[in-house]
Structures are given as structure tokens and as C-alpha cells.
């Protein structure tokens, strides 16, 4: 089950476009030349939603916090699980219960 919630609502000015169906492999060097730059925490001054989500689980919560312009440029302020696993890497099956 996921949760979602919105600290303040954007208005849509266009449609969202159609996917192609199609996986691209994805090198790490391109993920990294998408990065922003911010900081953990920062939000950009151009943003004017918040929105934080929860994917719970029976004895774990995966939660994302994403700011937002009003063009849908999105930003990725924080996330994490609760509770916290104090480690990068982990599945559902070897995440830490309390």
C-alpha cells in the first residue's frame, strides 16, 4: 500500500505525455550528470509544492519527500525507511524490523 499527501496543490497547464514503452540502460556516469547538486534537505526557491509519499510495509516504511516547480521539474529533497536501516543497501527480507 502506498500514501501519498500534498502540502500545496499545483495546477496541471498541459496534458502529460504518452510513454514509449522501451528500457534504456542507463550508465553511471549519465546518472550522475543528472544530479542537481543540492543538498539533502534544500529546496529550491523556483518550487511551489511539496509532496511526501509512504510505501508501507508490514513492518517497514519506504518514504520520499519531492519538490516541485510549476513546470513538474521535480527535485528529490529526502527519503529513507523507517525504521532506519543505517546502511546504503539492503532488500525487504534483510531490512532491520525495530
Request: charged share 20%; hydrophobic share 40%; net charge positive.
Amino acid at each position: 500500500m502506498a500514501i501519498g499527501f500534498v502540502l500545496k496543490l499545483g495546477i496541471r497547464t498541459r496534458p502529460i505525455a504518452k510513454q514509449t514503452s522501451g528500457a534504456i540502460a542507463l550508465t553511471a556516469g549519465q546518472v550522475a550528470s543528472r544530479s542537481n547538486g543540492l543538498r539533502k534537505g534544500e529546496i529550491p526557491v523556483r518550487c511551489t509544492t511539496l509532496t511526501g509519499f509512504v510505501d508501507v510495509h508490514q513492518e517497514l516504511l519506504y518514504w520520499v519527500v519531492m519538490a516541485w516547480e510549476p513546470d513538474f521539474t521535480g527535485y528529490v529533497i529526502d527519503y529513507g525507511t523507517f525504521p532506519d536501516q543505517r546502511r546504503a543497501f539492503f532488500t525487504l527480507e534483510s531490512a532491520r524490523k525495530r
